[in-house]
Nanobody
Framework: QVQLVESGGGLVQPGGSLRLSCAASGITFRFYDMGWYRQAPGKQRELVAAIISDGSTNYADSVKGRFTISRDNAKNTVYLQMNSLKPEDTAIYYC??????????WGQGTQVTVSL
């Protein structure tokens, strides 16, 4: 049974930081490309950051320079360090695991709210 369990969301003031974690089980983690997506109310789900199995990364333009994605294959965990948070970063953040676009799994999501 595959599980992706996100944690680390919460309420933070503008300019603050959060670190999201996604712990995976039931997959051979090191072979999977991992991504963080987000969905704000009334908007489509969008890719925030991705880290593929070889460690290379890519980011949405809106978060470049502020967010950092990383992975620890020994812990089967992917992280998203979010700095300089803005109100427009408010969304539910989802973890995604993808293997060659053939096997794809989602976590349940964690809420991030950026507000005074």
């Amino acid at each position: 049974q595959v599980q992706l369990v996100e944690s680390g969301g919460g309420l933070v003031q503008p300019g603050g930081s959060l670190r999201l974690s996604c712990a995976a089980s039931g997959i051979t983690f090191r072979f999977y490309d991992m991504g963080w997506y987000r969905q704000a109310p009334g908007k489509q789900r969008e890719l925030v950051a991705a880290i593929i199995s070889d460690g290379s990364t890519n980011y949405a333009d809106s978060v470049k320079g502020r967010f950092t994605i990383s992975r620890d294959n020994a812990k089967n965990t992917v992280y998203l360090q979010m700095n300089s948070l803005k109100p427009e970063d408010t969304a539910i953040y989802y973890c995604n695991a993808d293997f060659r676009r053939n096997r794809n799994y989602w976590g349940q999501g964690t809420q991030v709210t950026v507000s005074l």
